[in-house]
């Protein structure tokens, strides 16, 4: 059965970092790209960033360009997003998801960016 669990999530203050992790199982994970989502209240699901299926091509929002950074093992079947320099705008729910083929979710993270 196909699982993709976040971690890593919490509360930071600003100027903060986290690193979200989500450890996927029961799909062949070098053949998906991998993204980031996330939603904060009131707002539409928006894509932060993704990686190519080897990890050699990246995307990102421009509002997270230059703080955030996606990467991937395909040894563990794993994808990372390592945030910093939070920003109070950052606070939503993170959401993992693969795409191929198939489009798998995860069940999502809360970050909230607070002093």
């Known amino acids: 059965q196909v699982q993709l669990v976040e971690s890593g999530g919490g509360l930071v203050q600003p100027g903060g970092s986290l690193r979200l992790s989500c450890a996927t199982s029961g799909f062949t994970f070098s053949m998906h790209f991998m993204r980031w989502y996330r939603q904060a209240p009131g707002k539409e699901r928006e894509l932060v960033a993704s990686i190519a299926r080897t990890g050699g091509s990246t995307f990102y929002a421009d509002s997270v360009k230059g703080r955030f950074a996606i990467s991937r093992d395909n040894a563990k079947n794993t994808v990372y997003l390592q945030m910093n320099s939070l920003k109070p705008e950052d606070t939503a729910v993170y959401y993992c998801?693969?795409?191929?083929?198939?489009?798998?979710w995860g069940q999502g993270i809360q970050v909230t960016v607070s002093s």
């Open positions: 998801n693969a795409v191929h083929a198939m489009d798998y």
